[in-house]
């Protein structure tokens, strides 16, 4: 089984609209959103949900104040100052560690685990597809990430399904580093401005930090031809393939607004055309052939 | 006052409004750039550095001299960040959240800290405005201690403007949690709007005062203003789709500085802010 995933650095340059497109090009194919903090796919691809489940994080600090004699060492130990003077306990502070759990002398502190989002697998009408929802505020982004992926690799393996195409979130931190490990390869989609330049060179680092095999492709290329070049000409210094370029064009946001991908909207499009190019490219690359799974 | 600039969705244009507002006011403004991961203020303010600071997170070193292999480190620890095997003493400071847990629990004194580096910190400035990034290590996880590390970059006397990173878990929350007022700004369509409805709700759970700017207002539909005016959210500002805008953000220009008009425009956006976040 191969698996791509699709990220970018920058948010806003087209990951979840290209990644749609895909989804009506590829086949045989679970498609998986990694994106569990700000989730879009499923604005595309209209999942009806199958199977619902809860996703535990870590556990939280409660205390009991009707054990607690105010000591105050959880206080003193705590380092994300997430207990305040009446010994209340920040949800959104505590960070999970249970230090003042095993450390309270009165035994008063629960750490219950906390149910933090909810993950889901669903049909859609271009094939499987596992997702989720992180809660408001929550942390443990990058476990519901790892989740997620995991489930939707068994979902394939179960339904004989050999190609994994994955949604990745924007930046390069603790969800973007889960949702990379162990992948057959990268799709960076960038953008032809100082930002995404920018971004895309530290995902490019980030890729070759963790040894994933990268590939790119400008979005909105025309809007600036020169930002194009330079990023092509940064993608060949790190040994990352240029697959193509998508021009700018109003259908990606007019599909959207329909519910539709950019081929539903309209079967004959420019950018379409280019997209179907980049597709090509993906599947025919050597790293996408290689022997061996993910 | 601490404005945060936040949005759900990445690129819907957070940079632009923190930019021009913060050069727009031009003097007593810092800009403070949280998005630590995929920094871009600099690239439109063309600051001059100072200083360069490397950040660093406590992580555990083992004094194999002292340790008697009793595992209660590895016991405590809930993110396995240590492992004890027969008598050798394994630590994985990537999986480290520097709770400090190890070194309180250890009965031999035989944990001490030692820094995992976060990244690094410049500062500078572009004329009068005072300006402050972080800048995520390539392959370092954690953003929320380099975020609150800029954060205690603060000066108090100042108007303070945050570039928040997009998302809503725990980088945004340490971007906009103790600001002022959330500044949101999304793009008219489908996506746009689910991930600002996400957005308002963690806003809404630190209880924080908030205005919405629509940015490319005349691209997708309506459903964002009909959502704005059901949640009263005020929407304090509209950027319409200019392709000389477009191009000019490509290039690293701010509008301010190459459209007429627009330096009144930001201006006015932040006397409606300070009315709103007394």
Known sequence: ?294 | MIISIASGKGGTGKTTVATNMAVSIGSDVQLLDCDVEAPNAHLFLNPVIEEEKSVFTPVPEIDEEKCTFCKKCAEICRFKAIAVIGEIVLTFPELCHSCGGCMEVCPENAVTEIGRNLGVIETGHKNNLHFVHGRLRIGEAMSPPLIREVRSYTRPDQLTIIDAPPGTSCPVIAAMKGTDFVLMVTEPTPFGLHDLKLAVEAVKLLGIPRGLVINRSDIGDNRVKEYAEKENLPILMEIPFDRKIAEAYSRGELIVEEMPGWKEKFLKLYDNIKEMAV
């Open chain 1, 1 to 294: 089984m191969k698996e791509l995933v699709v990220i970018s650095g920058k948010g806003g340059t087209g990951k979840t609209s290209i990644m749609a497109a895909f989804a009506s090009l590829a086949k045989n194919k679970v498609l998986c959103d990694a994106d569990v903090d700000a989730a879009d796919l499923h604005l595309l691809t209209d999942p009806k949900i199958k199977e619902h489940h809860d996703f535990q994080g870590g556990g939280i600090a409660v205390i009991n104040p009707d054990k607690c004699t105010e000591c105050g060492l959880c206080r003193d130990l705590c380092r994300w100052e997430a207990i305040s003077e009446q010994f209340e306990v920040d949800s959104i502070e505590c960070e999970g560690c249970g230090v003042c759990v095993d450390f309270c002398p009165e035994q008063a502190i629960d750490f219950p685990l906390k149910t933090c989002g909810q993950w889901f697998i669903s049909d859609t009408r271009f094939g499987p597809m596992v997702h989720a929802r992180l809660g408001i505020a929550e942390e443990n982004s990058g476990k519901l990430v790892a989740l997620v992926r995991q489930e939707a690799k068994k979902l394939a393996e179960k339904q004989n399904l050999n190609l994994l195409i994955t949604d990745g979130p924007p930046g390069i931190g603790c969800p973007v580093i889960a949702s990379i490990g162990g992948a057959t390869a990268l799709l960076i989609v960038t953008e032809p401005t100082v930002s995404g330049l920018h971004d895309m060179e530290r995902v490019a680092q980030l890729a070759a930090h963790f040894k994933v095999p990268g590939m790119v492709c400008v979005n909105k290329f025309d809007l600036n031809i020169d930002q194009t070049q330079a990023i092509e000409k940064l993608a060949k210094e790190k040994n990352i393939t240029v697959l193509g370029r998508i021009p700018f064009d109003s259908v990606f946001t007019k599909s959207m607004v329909q519910g539709k991908t950019i081929f539903e909207y309209n079967t004959k499009s420019k950018i379409g055309q280019a997209v179907e190019q980049i597709w090509r490219k993906i599947i025919e690359s050597p790293v996408m052939n290689k022997k061996g799974d993910v």
